[in-house]
Nanobody, 124 residues
Framework: QVQLVESGGGLVQAGGSLRLSCAASGRTFSTYAMGWFRQGSGKEREFVAAISWTGSSTYYADSVKGRFTISRDNAKNTVYLQMNSLKPEDTAVYYC?????????????????WGQGTQVTVSS
């Protein structure tokens, strides 16, 4: 069992930056791929970024490529999402998720554990 807790959300102006963190419990964190998803108001949840268990492979949605960076620190059981050049359309609840298979994926059903989410609001 893995428990995930997101933090770092908040209100920021367009063009600003935020760094989200996702702290995981459990000794097997380092073997899990991790992903970030988001859900805007009235929208379906969508993939944002993923990172393999080693950290050697990363994946991004086209909408965030070049602006967001996913990283992980296995010693701290934490995955991060650095978000730069934020836009109002990035406003959403952001969720982190853990994938036991370890490779990383944009597919929601690949993920076994989910956090409760953290709100990010970007004002214009």
């Amino acid at each position: 069992q893995v428990q995930l807790v997101e933090s770092g959300g908040g209100l920021v102006q367009a063009g600003g930056s935020l760094r989200l963190s996702c702290a995981a419990s459990g000794r097997t964190f380092s073997t899990y791929a991790m992903g970030w998803f988001r859900q805007g108001s009235g929208k379906e949840r969508e993939f944002v970024a993923a990172i393999s268990w080693t950290g050697s492979s990363t994946y991004y949605a086209d909408s965030v490529k070049g602006r967001f960076t996913i990283s992980r620190d296995n010693a701290k059981n934490t995955v991060y999402l650095q978000m730069n050049s934020l836009k109002p359309e990035d406003t959403a609840v952001y969720y982190c998720a853990a994938d036991r298979l370890g490779g990383g994926s944009y597919l929601e059903h690949r993920y076994d554990y989910w956090g409760q989410g953290t709100q990010v609001t970007v004002s214009s």
